[in-house]
């Protein structure tokens, strides 16, 4: 029996043997909330719903070949290391494509490269809702303004690649096919931005201290006063980050914070999970009775 389109859990491409060292040292493997930024998208891929990552490396005999290979698997992707480094992203995507099809044509693909810091699980899931509402479509999403990744590619446009003229890349295809092209509006900005000069970085690094705005349900509303408060916090951070954090920051809601149900992108959350940019959570206490509502 076949898997029904909105239950599918389609691959994911992510282009990384470019040279990428404008900032004068290999971008993917620069930290960012404790972990290379490949590792970084790769996580945010999987844990936003992709079914599979698969990384094309720079060749191993490259310094950073090794090390960005590692770091990807590190974080759950396969890899595919190729002898010599492709000389556009295309013909990276056109080996992962090649990987995806011994295995058998999965329904579409995303496609996002590895330079992507502002990717998170929520993004991932938002383009991957709207394609299974339309999973002929090419999904675009739309971040300030500007058309961006990650795109999901059905396999009969991917198929489209290998035969695209040099020098076109894979985002002809949105201009070829401007009937299949559906647009999804992403709130934040920062996803269509470059991370190329040392300025970049140093603005990028600035963000991972955010203000996230969190939702107050039954008496954590009645404590604050509001229905919602805003918290600064380093991210990505955990959910046990959060509840130290909303202790420090709202000393009126601090009797709950240990114990009260916390709700990341509508579902309840472990300690261990992950709060990253654009992430929505919300504060669930006991409907009724406990010492939580009248401590």
Do not use: C
Not at 91 to 107: H, N, Q, T, Y
Not at 141 to 169: N, Q, Y
Not at 207 to 231: C, H, M, N, P, Y
């Amino acid at each position: 029996m076949s898997t029904p389109v909105s239950a599918a859990r389609i691959p994911a491409i992510v282009p990384a043997a470019g040279k990428s060292r404008r900032l004068g040292q290999p971008k993917l493997l620069l930290p960012f909330g404790g972990e290379p930024i490949i590792g970084r998208v790769v996580k945010a891929l999987l844990d936003g719903g992709a079914g599979s990552v698969i990384v094309v490396s720079p060749p191993a005999d490259q310094p950073e070949g090794p090390l960005v290979a590692a770091a990807a698997r590190q974080a759950g992707a396969r890899v595919i290391t190729p002898l010599k480094r492709p000389p556009e992203m295309r013909e990276s995507v056109e080996l992962a494509l090649a990987e995806l099809e011994r295995d058998g044509p999965p329904p579409a693909f995303l496609l996002t490269p590895g330079d992507s810091p502002a990717l998170t699980p929520a993004i991932v899931r938002d383009v991957l809702g709207r394609w299974a509402a339309s999973p002929s479509s090419m999904v675009v999403p739309v971040a300030g303004g500007k058309k961006t990744h990650p795109l999901v590619l059905p396999w009969d446009l991917a198929l489209e690649i290998r035969s695209l003229p040099r020098p076109l890349g894979i985002n002809s295809l949105v201009y070829a096919h401007p009937d299949r092209v559906v647009e999804i509006g992403i709130a934040n900005p920062e996803l269509a931005e470059n991370l190329n000069p040392p300025e970049d970085l140093e603005r990028w690094r600035a963000r991972q201290e955010s203000v996230v705005t969190v939702r107050l349900f039954a008496v954590a509303k009645e404590r604050a006063g509001r229905s919602d408060i805003e918290i600064s916090l380093r991210l990505p951070a955990t959910v046990a980050d959060f509840r130290s954090a909303l202790a420090r920051q709202h000393p009126t809601l601090a009797p709950l914070a240990a114990r009260v149900m916390i709700a990341i992108d509508a579902e309840y959350a472990s300690d261990e999970t992950i709060i990253d940019a654009g992430t929505s959570i919300a504060l669930i206490p006991p409907v009724s009775g406990g010492s939580e509502d009248h401590s």
